[in-house]
């Protein structure tokens, strides 16, 4: 180990992190400051990477979970050799830099996930060791390791006392996640003071009660981090916590203290804290030569590991043409397996959630790297993988159906995780109304375009005795209004059978679907090419004549209602409009909106709030809604409470 030259980097990140917080009048200096030691020897000495090729599949990943320390990563980072230059560190917070706040997936080479909110990273980080688990038993044979990689993380208080790292951990220690390594920055400071003031928990006894292995060491002591690391690699059978005691802003007149946490250390601090590094206090953005030298020596080693893998992975790929197929068709998100999509006749009534049942097995046979499962509803989202593999075990890697327990949020951020790594589709299944316990982690895959694929079930007040808690209301609306985030309400089984088509041809965005609980009858469709019309949106699924006195625009199983009640309103011409993605009809041209909307008075039919549907009517009484919190009693009692039912309609319908 080149002692010399780790010292160097982390004098270097350290010289780089002030600068650039003090230039941008932003950041947090503290994390960067504190643990410049830990970065350098990772990246120096424990790292399998290439910063040549930042998305080699075989990498070791490292996750920033205490993503406000951004600082650290960019400066080492550039150092190592990745596409950081040091104009962009210059630029540190600004608009069009890649040197974000914290750190953005698509944005920055080498870094592996956003993270911003505490917690989310090292749960990203389960998952990504997960997947990494699940690969190497599906790829590896006795001749070739193709994968053998160790997934890295740092967190600090916050990201620990965020429940998200709690769910993710446990799960991680229950299925023996041996290959995931996380480093605690064992400051005891956060924002508002010491950490004692709210957070006086045995974490090591905590993470031990996990299932995880807890090892202790310094923050400054390189070598004993590297025999830690070491000692962790042993147990391979429990993730490693490693708790490195640390000093926040370290070698700053600040350290040590809160001030230091989340703002600029001030022009006389920079500059102390350079004469206490043996910088030149006047000089800005200095580099010790020393770290370029360290790492430029280092070059050639980081290149041969990934030509040697590219060399074992080229022989492998010989000798397994069948696993080489399935490996190309994963990182290229195509079929490459065959079985025929389910059919169900006209007329019979089926539940959207049985029908994604039949598709989750479907396209289990189709896509040999779809993954994922529920969180302990398995039964009743029949979300159930009835595939080869079987259910992922510790003893079965190989299984593809997941059990993440009552983990809602930690489920979400762990097929997140998953879905970063590569190599792997996750989906992941719940209640609707439950998706506000997934918020923060959709919004993440939203924001790193990540196709996670999300199967919520129970719909609306047609889930009934359950009542108002497990009634969602405003859930549809509040997805709908997330970037990125594709959301599907199919109005039968055939519309969900489509609707898992434009799943897995979705590459850059997550997408939701929204099931119903209660059976709903597969309805006959006028549009003879409907499969590709919905394919914008919406279609008419009852035309009504060529100008209908009113057309009734309704989603998921509102459009059974509609259906119902356009028989109903006697002397009245309907049309009924299917509408599976809100978001994607209005992106089309207005001819085609007003070719499906038949430029007659417009009724939008949907059980749930309102918000976002308003522009589709020219009166408030249009908006056929529910815009309150449910009931407990049987479905149909429910229905008849809020006059939400087709007889209700009608009247609407008939109404001038």
Not at 475 to 488: A, D, G, K, M, T
Not at 560 to 567: D, G, P, R, T
Not at 626 to 640: N, Y
Request: aromatic share 8%; proline share 4%; with cysteine.
């Amino acid at each position: 180990m080149n002692s010399k030259g780790i010292a160097a980097v982390a004098k270097t990140i350290r010289s780089l992190s002030i600068d650039a917080i003090q230039k941008a009048a932003s950041g947090h200096p503290g994390l960067p400051l504190g643990c410049a030691e830990l970065a350098a020897v990772l990246y120096g000495e424990i790292l399998k990477h290439n910063p040549s090729d930042s998305k080699w599949a075989d990498r070791d990943r490292f996750v920033l979970s205490a993503g406000h320390g951004s600082m650290l990563l960019y400066s080492v980072l550039h150092l190592a050799g990745y596409k950081i230059t040091l104009e962009d560190i210059k630029n540190f917070r600004q608009v069009g830099s890649v040197c974000c706040g914290h750190p953005e997936f698509g944005i920055t080479d080498g870094v592996e996930n956003t993270s911003g909110p505490l917690g989310q990273g090292v749960a990203l980080a389960v998952g990504m060791a997960l997947a990494e688990s699940m690969l190497e038993a599906k790829y590896n044979t006795p001749a070739h390791k193709i994968v053998d990689h160790y997934t890295y993380a740092l967190v600090g208080e916050g990201c620990l006392e965020e429940g998200v790292s709690s769910e993710a951990c446990s799960f991680a220690g229950h299925n023996k996640l041996g290959k995931l390594i996380v480093f605690y920055d064992e400051n005891r400071i956060s924002i508002d003071g010491s950490t004692d003031i709210t957070f006086t928990e045995d974490i090591g006894k905590r993470y031990e009660a996990y299932g995880w292995q807890v090892l202790k060491g310094d923050m400054y002591d390189v070598e004993k981090i590297i025999d830690l690391v070491a000692q962790a690699k042993k147990e391979e059978n429990k993730p490693t916590l490693i708790m490195l005691k640390s000093v926040i802003g370290k070698c700053s007149p600040k350290e040590g203290t809160s001030a230091v946490h989340g703002e600029p250390l001030g022009e006389e601090a920079v500059k102390q804290t350079k004469i206490n590094l043996g910088l030149d206090p006047e000089k800005f953005f200095q580099i010790d030569e020393d770290a370029i030298k360290y790492f430029e020596e280092k070059k050639s080693s980081f290149a041969k590991a990934e030509s040697d893998w590219n060399a074992e992975f080229a022989d492998w790929a010989k000798e397994n043409p069948e696993l080489a197929k399935q490996w190309k068709a994963s990182y290229e998100g195509t079929a490459d397996g065959n079985c025929a999509d389910p059919t169900y006749e006209i007329g019979k009534s089926v539940a959207t959630r049985t029908a994604s049942g039949d598709m989750i097995s479907v396209m289990g046979e189709r896509y040999s790297y779809l993954a994922g499962g529920s969180a302990d509803l398995k039964g009743s989202n029949k979300s159930g993988m009835k595939c080869d593999g079987g259910t992922y075990t510790p003893e079965n890697r190989k299984g593809r159906s997941i059990e993440f327990g009552i983990r809602e949020f930690g489920m979400a951020s762990i097929a997140a995780g998953m879905s970063l790594h590569g190599g792997l589709r996750p989906f992941c299944a719940t209640y609707l109304v439950f998706s506000d316990y997934m918020r923060p982690s959709i919004r993440l895959a939203a924001l790193m375009r990540q196709p996670v694929i999300y199967d919520l079930t129970h719909d609306s007040i047609y889930l009934g005795e359950d009542g108002p808690t497990h009634q969602p209301i405003e859930q549809l609306s509040s997805l709908r209004s997330i970037p990125n985030l594709q959301v599907l309400r199919p109005g039968d089984v055939e519309e969900t059978v489509v609707a898992w088509h434009m799943a897995m041809e979705a590459k850059d965005h997550p997408v939701l679907f929204a099931l119903t609980r209660q059976n709903v009858p597969v309805y006959s469709k006028e549009d003879k090419n409907w499969r590709e019309t919905i394919k914008k949106g919406a279609y008419i699924v009852k035309n009504g004549g060529e100008k209908p006195d009113v057309t009734v625009v309704a989603t998921g199983s509102e459009v059974n209602m509609a259906l119902e009640a356009a028989k109903l309103a006697s002397g009245k011409s309907v049309r009924v409009v299917s509408v599976l993605d809100k978001n994607l009809f209005e992106s089309q041209s207005e001819d085609f909106q007003k070719s499906i909307l038949g430029g007659s008075r417009v009724i939008v039919a949907e059980a749930g709030v309102k918000t976002g549907w308003e522009g589709y009517v020219s009166s408030k009484k249009d908006l056929f809604t529910i815009d309150r919190f449910g009931e407990s009693g049987p479905a149909k009692k429910v229905a008849e409470h809020f006059h939400f039912t087709a007889e209700d309609l009608a009247k609407l319908l008939q109404s001038k």
